[in-house]
C-alpha cells in the first residue's frame, strides 16, 4: 500500500509541474528575465505549494513515526555552509540558463524531450562529480 | 530599472493550482512516508553507488517512476503543454553540470528548499531559495541582456 501512495505521491507532484508551467524552459526564463517583459505567474507555484505542504508538515511536526511505522526523515542540520550558498548560487545559475530545475526536466525527459534527456544525462554526471570528487577531496 | 509584466501570459491560477499539487504531493510523502520531496536529494540518493543508500532506493525509484510518467498520464485527459526550450545543446550541458552538481552540494533544490523547506520554516532553505532566486535573477539578466545569448 505504501508503495501505490509513493508512486502516485511522484504522479500528483508531476501532474503539479506540469500544470503550474514549471516544465516549460521559456516561461521559467520569463519569470526569472525581471529585465526584459517579466512573467510573474511561476511565483503563484511556491505560494500554493508551501500553503498546503505547510498543513502536511504540521501534522508530522510532533509525530516520530507514518502510520506504516517509518520512521518520519525531517532534516536537522541547522547550520547555514558556505556549501548551502555556493552550491545553491551554482544551482540558480543553471535553472537560468535552461529554464530546467530537476523536477520538471524529468517531466520533461518523460514526455520523450531530447532536450530533457540531454540537460538530466549532465544533471546526473554532475552530481556524481560532487558526490565522488568533489565531496571526497574535501574530507 | 522599469518593470514590464507580461500579461498575456500571466497565469496566476494555474500556476497557484500546480503549486497546491505539488505541495499535496510533498504533504503525501512526508505523511506516508514519512520523506521529504526534494527531486535533487531523491534523484542523487537512487544514484548513490554508497550501500548506506540501499535501504531508501525503494521509496525514491517508485516516487521518480510516479514523476516521469506524469506526462503519460496528464495526456490520457488533456493535450499535454508544451515545452518551449530555446537553450543550445552546449548550454543545457553545461547548465545540467550546474543544477547537479549545485544542487548537491546545496543539499536541495526549488523542491527540497523552495516548498518543502519553506515550508517547515526552515532558515537554511531560506537561505537557500534566496541564494538560487538570486543567481537565477542575475544569470538571466547577464546571459539575455548582457552577452545577449537567449
Not at chain 1, 96 to 116: H, I, M, N, W
Not at chain 2, 16 to 28: D, E, K, N, Q, R
Request: glycine fraction near 14%.
Amino acid at each position: 500500500m505504501k508503495n501505490i501512495i509513493t508512486f502516485v505521491t511522484g504522479l500528483i507532484f508531476g501532474l503539479g509541474l506540469i500544470i503550474s508551467g514549471m516544465t516549460n524552459p521559456d516561461k521559467v526564463i520569463r519569470f526569472l528575465d525581471i529585465g526584459g517583459i517579466w512573467d510573474p505567474s511561476l511565483m503563484f507555484v511556491m505560494f500554493g505549494g508551501i500553503a498546503v505542504a505547510f498543513v502536511g508538515f504540521k501534522f508530522v511536526q510532533n509525530k516520530s513515526q507514518t502510520v506504516f511505522d517509518d520512521t518520519i526523515h525531517l532534516p536537522g542540520t541547522t547550520h547555514i555552509s558556505k556549501e548551502l550558498v555556493i552550491g545553491s548560487l551554482l544551482f540558480g545559475a543553471g535553472w537560468a540558463l535552461a529554464g530546467f530545475c530537476p523536477g520538471p526536466a524529468l517531466v520533461a525527459l518523460g514526455a520523450g524531450y531530447k532536450e530533457a534527456f540531454i540537460f538530466v544525462m549532465a544533471m546526473i554526471v554532475g552530481m556524481t562529480i560532487h558526490d565522488h570528487f568533489f565531496k571526497v577531496c574535501g574530507k | 530599472m522599469h518593470l514590464t509584466i507580461y500579461w498575456q501570459n500571466f497565469t496566476p491560477g494555474s500556476a497557484l493550482l500546480g503549486g497546491m499539487l505539488i505541495g499535496f504531493g510533498s504533504a503525501l510523502l512526508v505523511i506516508f512516508r514519512g520523506k521529504i520531496a526534494g527531486i535533487s536529494g531523491i534523484l542523487g540518493g537512487l544514484i548513490d553507488t554508497d550501500s548506506t543508500a540501499n535501504s531508501h532506493r525503494l521509496w525514491r525509484g517508485l516516487f521518480l517512476i510516479g514523476l516521469v510518467s506524469s506526462s503519460f498520464v496528464y495526456q490520457l485527459f488533456a493535450p499535454l503543454p508544451e515545452s518551449n526550450i530555446s537553450a543550445s545543446f552546449g548550454t543545457l550541458i553545461f547548465a545540467g553540470l550546474l543544477v547537479g552538481f549545485g544542487t548537491r552540494m546545496g543539499a536541495g533544490c526549488t523542491s527540497g528548499h523552495g516548498i518543502c523547506g519553506l515550508s517547515r520554516l526552515s532558515i537554511r532553505s531560506l537561505i537557500a531559495t534566496i541564494s538560487f532566486m538570486f543567481s537565477g535573477f542575475v544569470v538571466c539578466y547577464l546571459f539575455l541582456h548582457v552577452l545577449r545569448m537567449g
